[in-house]
């Protein structure tokens, strides 16, 4: 009997020795030596020291990353100095309790909750909890009320008003000291939350007012698809948190207090070794209250400190010399009450100023806001609760307004300023503006019948335009394009291509759709235009953009597609946070999502088109990252027996191109295939083929992959993100499947069925001969005929150009 409890005993302590268990019972230890680390393995709790520092504390780590990144520390002021025999123990009070070798205290938990049987477990998250044994839900303690200097995914930082909690992250005094700095960051207990940095007692930075997932100022806390950022305020707690979208990432957010920075770090496992994702302050502008009261700073102006409308420097001489820390004053003097002739000066794209003294009410309308404002003389300022004023909600600053600066915030501050800097004018002058206003009235309303008699007859003409073309697709009329995308909003804007903007909108039905707009400055793109309404009416398949209609109105020419969530595939492979999104399988996928949208354009649809800008910024992906074939501008009809022709005004991105085409002008279907040859290179290896620095012996990412495949290594062009998830034998048959498809004679290169064909089975591969520009790049090349008229892009913007014959 004696012998079996001594077994007991020796497998109880290998237990924490060995790491194999996330928990602690009344009846165990941890010492030093020994860890604890949570289920999945992703953390490990034990004593480690800090760079060179002889101190041990107890900790948190990232087990599985090979620089020690320790995320939360027990003991942080209270170091153990002199002994490696101190243990880690749960106490009779069900308290978690740090011993030194000589049994006096150096940490506990303190807490005042009580179990009967408590348990100390290390989450999957990073938490360190104690719970009752029976009850896994409910925690007694947890180590994510307490930070340190790091912030992980689901931790909160910011109140629990019920219990009188701050969480409050403090950064270490340096890399080999964790004990207390004076650089904090924590959530504001303003009507208006927000994220404050202090250095010492003194505001450091600030992100201003956040609610929901959006910020009026902060910089980079726009969603993504690697992670979500949360704000929450209401009656029990008010805190910031966020949260990983794609779990295979590692990202953290710590407090550094030698760089003053608050940085979001990004674990690259290619590398091994963290990536600066992001740091705030992000610039000069960031800094707390640079420019003073009622000064805003814009980073991009000289000097970057401005006063506002109606308000001017308060030491004049001061400013001069570049020193605007007293900031701005009025101009005028206020008056007060319902019956004020003060007004409000619109402030649009800044960052609300601090809300230490503000006032809110959530379901008060904006014109309220406004009264309210004037019926108080130390009210400053207002502004809507959120970015949509038209929802309700009502903030009021009662004192100066500091801390402002330029930002992408969609929320506008109406500043107060008195009677004399709105206008008041004397009643000639009055009557002047008035005459001039019914001139010029008149005038409008005479020019106004003429554009609209000429708009009926365009219209007429453009109506008739379109039923010549026997489109099948609905017309929308311009106003209705107009409600959808907010005029045109820049903040609905996606991005621009070879012929115009392209603006994210919603319809009346809900259903959401990307507007692309000719640009009425060019005299381009017509053709191209006309060319795509009438190639997408008439094509139809689950890897080719499906275009909703199209609006043909006064000088107004647009295409309406369906709106792709996830934007085109540049965005994600040439990035290397956003590659990791792209796993293998999902490469894969894509890949032949885009071999069979080709193959249906050469082969299985009505008619056969050969695209001529198949490029990775023209592959869409929607919410489940299915590809999608767009811009069909350029595209060429081809008839049932043609395969093949010729042009004299060369359209395209270089470095897609297939290089008959590029010198000669020749096009065919086996023009897309080295397209997709190049793009198929570009999704396996990250990498663009003409803006990488390669060896001197390599001019892009062609001539990289021929040289690889020589030497046998073509491995080594695998991106490095698809280290954990690449099957290897799969990448090195895809490579040669673009290798083939580069092939400098287009004779050699397979049509898309064959590629298919290779994409979907194991059969063996033939060998491929030299691809094009394997020597020299092609605005080098000398043959290019000055009969040709080239017009392309090497930065992945198609560029057209209209033949002056």
């Not at 964790?178 to 250095?199: A, C, R």
């Not at 003073?292 to 400013?319: H, T």
């Not at 892009?700 to 290897?728: F, H, M, P």
Request: aromatic residues 10%; neutral net charge; hydrophobic residues 35%.
């Amino acid at each position: 009997m004696t012998i079996f409890l001594a077994i007991l005993v020796i497998i109880s302590m290998s237990k924490l020795s060995y790491g194999a268990d996330d928990t602690i019972t009344q009846s165990d230890s941890l010492s030093d030596g020994s860890t604890l680390i949570s289920k999945d393995e992703t953390f490990e709790l034990g004593f480690f020291n800090p760079g060179s520092s002889p101190y041990r504390y107890l900790g948190i780590w990232y087990k599985n990353i090979p620089v020690q990144t320790v995320v939360w520390v027990a003991n942080r002021d209270n170091p153990i100095k002199h002994s490696n025999s101190s243990k880690l123990i749960i106490n009779k009070q069900g308290n978690l309790v740090l011993l030194s070798s000589n049994q006096s205290l150096l940490w506990s938990t303190n807490t005042t909750k009580k179990s009967s049987t408590p348990v100390v477990q290390l989450l999957n998250n990073g938490n360190l909890v104690i719970r009752d044994e029976s009850d896994g839900e409910s925690f007694l303690w947890q180590s994510f009320d307490y930070p340190t200097n790091t912030l992980l995914p689901e931790m909160k930082i910011g109140w629990d008003k019920k219990t009188g909690i701050n969480r409050l992250q403090t950064a270490w005094k340096n890399w080999e000291d964790p004990s207390l700095g004076d650089f904090t960051s924590s959530m504001s207990l303003s009507n208006n939350p927000e994220v404050v940095v202090l250095k010492g007692s003194s505001e450091f930075y600030r992100t201003g007012p956040m609610i929901g997932t959006t910020s009026s100022g902060v910089y980079g806390m726009q969603d993504n698809p690697i992670f979500k950022s949360e704000v929450v305020s209401n009656e029990d707690e008010a805190y910031f948190l966020f949260t990983l979208k794609n779990k295979s990432v590692i990202s953290i957010v710590v407090l550094n207090q030698t760089l003053m920075l608050l940085q979001r770090l990004v674990w690259i496992p290619a590398s091994r070794k963290w990536s600066n994702y992001l740091n705030l302050p992000h610039d000069t502008c960031d800094g707390y209250n640079i420019c003073g009261p009622y000064g805003k700073c814009v980073i991009d102006a000289s000097p970057i400190c401005q006063c506002l409308d109606g308000f001017k420097p308060k030491s004049p001489q001061q400013w001069s010399t570049m020193n605007w820390a007293d900031g701005c004053v009025h101009t005028g003097n206020w008056s007060c009450g319902i019956k004020s002739r003060d007004g409000f000066l619109k402030v649009s794209g800044v960052k609300l100023p601090d809300t230490t003294n503000t006032w809110v009410d959530v379901n008060m309308t904006l014109n309220d806001c406004k009264l309210k404002c004037l019926q108080n003389c130390s009210c400053t300022a207002y502004s809507s609760f959120t970015s949509n004023e038209d929802s309700g909600g009502c903030t009021i600053w009662f004192n100066d307004l500091k801390d402002l600066r330029d930002s992408d915030s969609q929320r506008n501050l109406y500043v107060r300023i008195d009677a004399s800097n709105i206008g008041d004018k004397h009643d000639y002058t009055k009557m002047a503006i008035l005459v001039v206003s019914i001139i010029a009235f008149a005038f409008i309303v005479i020019l106004l019948t003429l554009y609209i008699y000429k708009k009926k007859i365009k219209n007429k003409e453009n109506k008739n335009e379109g039923e010549h073309y026997n489109l099948d697709l609905p017309c929308f009329d311009l106003a209705t394009i107009f409600e959808a995308t907010d005029n045109f909003s820049n903040v609905n804007k996606l991005g621009e291509g070879g012929f115009g903007p392209v603006y994210k909108g919603k319809l009346q039905d809900g259903q959401e759709i990307a507007v692309k707009r000719l640009s009425r400055s060019s005299g381009q793109g017509l053709n191209e235009f006309t060319n795509e309404v009438i190639l997408c009416s008439k094509l139809q398949h689950r890897n080719l953009v499906k275009i909703v209609g199209y609006c043909v109105e006064s000088d107004e020419k647009m295409l309406i597609y369906e709106y792709m969530s996830n934007t085109s595939l540049d965005s994600f492979i040439f990035d290397p946070i956003q590659s990791k999104v792209l796993d293998w399988p999902m490469r894969l996928n894509i890949l032949y999502g885009i071999a069979r949208g080709l193959l249906y354009l050469h082969q299985d649809s009505r008619l056969r088109i050969v695209h001529r800008d198949l490029k990775a910024s023209n592959i869409l992906l929607d919410q489940y990252m299915n590809p999608k074939i767009s811009d069909f501008g350029l595209a060429k009809m081809c008839g049932d027996d043609q395969i093949k022709g010729k042009t004299s005004r060369i359209v395209g991105t270089y470095g897609y191109m297939a290089p008959e085409y590029a010198t000669d002008g020749l096009f065919s279907i086996k023009s897309d295939v080295f397209s997709f040859g190049v793009l198929l290179l570009e999704l396996i290896s990250g990498k663009k083929n003409r803006t990488l620095a390669f060896n001197q012996n390599d001019h892009n990412l062609i001539a990289q992959a021929w040289r690889l495949w020589k030497e046998g290594v073509l491995y080594s062009l695998i991106d490095d993100s698809l280290t954990d998830t690449c099957i290897q034998n799969e990448a090195l048959r895809c490579i040669q499947i673009g290798l083939l498809c580069l092939q400098h004679h287009p004779d050699d290169r397979p049509n898309m069925t064959s590629v298919v064909l290779m994409l979907s089975n194991n059969n063996i591969l033939p060998l491929p001969h030299e691809p094009g520009y394997l020597y020299k790049n092609i605005r080098d090349e000398g043959e290019v005929s000055s009969e040709i008229q080239t017009s392309s892009s090497i930065n992945n913007v198609t560029i057209s150009q209209l033949d002056s014959r």
